[in-house]
């Protein structure tokens, strides 16, 4: 027995020391495998998948520019293949155009990643944004930021949309508190199961509030559809 012990020891001298933490370092093996498991996520993937999978939302590469799905709509003719009709928003120019895929045909995914930066202020016909780490400023044009402006305000968190490094879109907070500063009075009687009026917010838009609610009130207002929701 102990010679087996000696010959294994002559084969594999590392082998009763492999709990130590030198000898973990000095495996050649054990190192390469860490590295791996450190860069394996370093590079951005593009991922092919079908056209069976768009929905409204998804974002893909249509001759070299990047896009959102607006609308799609499967269809099955009494005749023929199968296909996929879509509206595309273009997110570098901003155009919205029709695109038709044949069923199951392979689509590239766009590698669009998002991050929070607060927007910080107006330069001329330009909206800054901050990374509040590095206080690297992104800039977007106000074509860019369209509608979007009226709910914008300075110290708001937004997410930004990067493709291939440029920051190419932004989404507002879902809900947004702002302030009403233009509204008619409310009189005596208005209750919450009254009609509604205009009123002026700080940031210039224009929403239909409560009968209730008075100049200077804050509000919360959805972003997506610029209801009014609640008192805030």
């Avoid at 590392?14 to 498991?37: H, K």
């Avoid at 005749?79 to 392979?106: I, P």
């Avoid at 689509?107 to 909206?127: C, L, P, R, S, V």
């Avoid at 990067?162 to 409310?186: A, S």
Wanted: glycine share 8%; net charge neutral.
């Amino acid at each position: 027995m102990a010679g087996l012990t000696n010959l294994k020891l002559s084969l594999f001298p590392n082998s009763c020391s492999l709990s130590t933490s030198s000898s973990l370092s000095s495996n050649p093996f054990l190192v390469s495998t860490s590295i791996f498991r450190r860069t394996s996520h370093s590079f951005p993937k593009i991922f092919a998948f079908s056209s069976n999978d768009i929905k409204v939302g998804s974002n893909i590469e249509v001759d070299g520019s990047p896009c959102k799905v607006i609308e799609f709509l499967h269809v099955k003719p009494g005749k023929g293949a199968a296909f996929v009709r879509t509206t595309l928003r273009n997110y570098v120019t901003g155009n919205s155009v029709e695109k038709t895929f044949r069923a199951g045909s392979k689509i590239e995914e766009a590698n669009i990643y998002k991050e929070t930066k607060q927007f910080t202020y107006k330069d001329g016909a330009q909206y800054v944004f901050m990374d509040l780490t590095s206080y690297e400023e992104y800039r977007l044009n106000e074509k860019d930021v369209g509608d979007k402006a009226k709910f914008l305000k300075e110290g708001m968190d937004c997410t930004l949309l990067f493709w291939n490094g440029k920051v190419i879109d932004f989404e507002l907070p879902i809900t947004v508190k702002l302030t009403v500063v233009d509204v008619d009075p409310g009189v005596k009687g208005d209750t919450a199961q009254g009609g509604s009026k205009p009123a002026t917010l700080d940031t210039g838009a224009i929403v239909s509030v409560p009968l209730f609610i008075n100049r200077g009130e804050e509000i919360m207002v959805d972003t997506r559809n610029g209801q009014y929701m609640s008192r805030a």
